[in-house]
């Protein structure tokens, strides 16, 4: 708890210093003491303290009174409380500069009667200080056991956030550290006001997990007081809460581990965990797996997170994270199956145009989707999305979102691959133009690549390629000096075609 303390006005009122009379500074009676001391050096300069009260006779610096204006400064800056000062027994005169200074910073000047012990003052002032603190200490150990009594008693942070509102006679509001309601005093107030408020952090495990905002400008000491005690309170029952969600979260992400490992779970059995779990078995789902070059981005993790939350919402599907390594394996639900018939197209939800633009703006990291599934068949979708992958970094190299329903036919070439030997046919039909880009360190198979892909189009193939139309031209006529091929009969394009896409999949590693 912080030092407590009372006005000077508060001190004023003591019998002792019933002939006391300011004589500047009057406007900062407000000012809180918190400690009493006594001048005896002329230069105090490093002990001063705020809320100190400062009695002296002026001995120490009697024969220059110039430093007495320097004197009130000094205590203005260390926002000390007052100069109490004894004027007839070393100073003649009080210098008007003084008075001046105490006026200019609202730091009282109190000439104390010269029959007064400073030891009578100091007990007087520190009686009621120490009074006030023991008064105020008594009463934050109340209200700590008040409220985490609330919290043991599982009584729910609406109950805790309304008896701290009670206790500050103000509206509150607790926030989690996206800016999101958690809870707010009355239930049923408005989103807290943007100016005129106080709000404090809250934090758990060393990290910030929310604020805490009162709808008040000032607070006094016991209202102080209250809000440290329900700070520690909220950070309770907030670290109950996360404890909850992560337990969650990982038996969420055990479940979902089952469902893609493949291990031999009922239909009825995977329907019972996704219930309990909050999936709703009803929904088509898919998997997108997002692999990163560096485990270590917390920055994308914490926003392709939020992006999927806020989508999710929106389309009131369920969606959910699993980290592994580094890799990220997305469980997404397209539409949550609910009046399924009634659904449009227009109404499902294409994760991977929500997705692409946000991939795009990152550097190093790979998207592969798999196709749609039921839950209890997901772990055909996630073979899916890792061979998307697989395929459509092997082809399209400067592409970085793959989605196997684009690539499924290459994923058939591969699997009848190893039942036909096709490699005497692609070395026959372009082994000269990977033999020279091999010799000359060119590139003409993806450039032949992306011409056959674009139906012939020079510019569509200078576009994928990222270079002029004329050097698509230039390297297709050196592809036909070179290989004595024919791009003009669409059966040999289309043969041509398949040997590329198979050189790149199996010989091109």
Avoid at 71 to 100: G, H, S
Avoid at 169 to 179: F, R
Avoid at 296 to 319: C, G, H, P, R, W
Wanted: charged letters at 25%.
């Amino acid at each position: 708890m912080k030092s407590a303390g009372i006005t000077l006005s508060e001190i004023l009122c003591l019998p002792i210093l019933k002939d006391a009379r300011v004589i500047g500074g009057e406007k900062g009676l407000t000012r809180v003491v918190k400690y009493i001391d006594i001048m005896e050096v002329p230069d105090v300069t490093g002990w001063l303290r705020e809320g100190e009260l400062l009695l002296t006779t002026a001995y120490a610096i009697r024969h220059d009174p110039r430093l007495l204006p320097k004197l009130v400064e000094q205590l203005a800056q260390a926002e000390a409380a007052a100069l109490a000062i004894k004027t007839e027994r070393f100073l003649n005169d009080m210098p008007i500069e003084m008075i001046q200074m105490s006026q200019k910073y609202n730091l009282p000047i109190i000439q104390l009667p010269n029959n007064v012990p400073y030891m009578d003052i100091t007990h007087a002032v520190m009686e009621q200080i120490i009074d006030k603190q023991a008064s105020l200490l008594r009463r934050s150990e109340e209200i700590y056991k008040t409220l985490t009594t609330l919290v043991v008693e599982n009584r729910g942070i609406q109950v805790v956030a309304d008896r701290v509102s009670g206790l500050l006679k103000s509206s509150l509001w607790l926030v989690d550290k996206a800016g999101k309601m958690i809870v707010s005093s009355p239930q049923m107030s408005p989103d807290f006001p943007s100016n005129g408020t106080l709000s404090w952090n809250i934090r758990v495990d060393n990290q910030l997990e929310g604020k805490l905002i009162i709808d008040k400008k000032h607070l006094d000491d016991l209202e102080l007081i209250c809000v440290e005690q329900a700070r520690l309170v909220f950070s309770l029952e907030l670290m109950r809460r996360k404890t909850a969600l992560d337990t969650e979260h990982k038996l969420r992400g055990d479940f979902i581990e089952e469902l893609l490992t493949g291990l031999p779970l009922s239909k009825q059995v995977i329907i019972d965990k996704a219930n309990q779990f909050g999936f709703k078995t009803e929904g088509i789902w898919e998997i997108a797996i997002v692999e990163l070059e560096n485990e270590e981005n917390d920055v994308f993790f914490e926003k392709i997170s939020l992006l999927i939350e806020q989508t999710a919402q929106v389309y009131k599907v369920n969606s959910h994270i699993l980290v592994k390594g580094n890799r990220l394996v997305l469980l997404l639900a397209s539409h949550s199956g609910e009046q399924i018939k009634q659904i449009t197209i227009e109404d499902n939800l294409n994760w991977k145009s929500v997705l692409t633009p946000f991939i795009y703006e990152w550097q190093g990291i790979r998207v592969g989707f798999g196709g749609k599934a039921q839950l209890w068949d997901i772990q055909g979708s996630f073979l899916e999305a890792k061979r998307a992958i697989l395929i459509g970094s092997r082809i399209y190299h400067h592409y970085r979102v793959f989605a196997f329903e684009d690539l499924e036919l290459y994923q058939l070439l591969l699997d009848a691959s190893e039942f036909v030997d096709m490699d005497k046919l692609v070395k026959k039909k372009i082994g000269k133009i990977y033999k020279y880009d091999q010799e000359h360190g060119t590139d003409f198979i993806t450039t032949f690549y992306f011409y056959l892909a674009s139906g012939g189009s020079l510019m569509e193939t200078a576009k994928e390629l990222f270079i002029h139309r004329n050097s698509v031209k230039y390297r297709m006529d050196r592809i036909r000096e070179i290989a004595d091929i024919d791009t003009e009969n669409f059966r040999e394009r289309f043969v041509y075609y398949i040997c590329i896409i198979y050189y790149k999949l199996k010989m091109e590693t």
